[in-house]
Nanobody, 122 residues
Framework: VQLVESGGGLVQAGGSLRLSCEAS????????MSWFRQAPGKGRETVAV????????KYGDFVQGRFTISRDNAKNTVYLQMNNLKPEDTAMYHC????????????????RGQGTQVTVSS
């Protein structure tokens, strides 16, 4: 299983970024996927999850309509569109493959990517 994130960077508050996570080594369409983040000194926060078909999604309360998770099963890729970014969104963002048959903000995972850094300046 390999998950490779990209798209992070430095952006001013109010700006946007689109993260991508390219998956390989497993049948992508068989697993729900998630994005989570971790900032130094803070716990892990699940940002968003998407089901196997890309129809159902859930978001952490802090998202407040600013982010959109989506997936393209033909490209084995999951995305996170982030708009109206805030300095408190600064963190390392990881995608994760949720365990087979699971879905939800607290669903378990065994595989995650190395992450892509998002830094939002004020």
């Amino acid at each position: 299983v390999q998950l490779v994130e990209s798209g992070g960077g430095l952006v001013q508050a109010g700006g946007s970024l689109r993260l991508s996570c390219e998956a390989s080594g497993f049948i992508f369409s068989h697993h729900a996927m998630s994005w989570f983040r971790q900032a130094p000194g803070k716990g892990r926060e699940t940002v968003a999850v998407v089901d196997i078909d890309g129809i159902n999604t859930k978001y952490g309360d802090f998202v407040q309509g600013r982010f959109t998770i989506s997936r393209d099963n033909a490209k084995n890729t999951v995305y996170l569109q982030m708009n109206n970014l805030k300095p408190e969104d600064t963190a390392m963002y990881h995608c994760a493959r949720l365990n087979f048959g699971t879905y939800g903000l607290a669903a378990p995972y065994e595989h995650r990517g190395q992450g892509t850094q998002v830094t939002v300046s004020s």
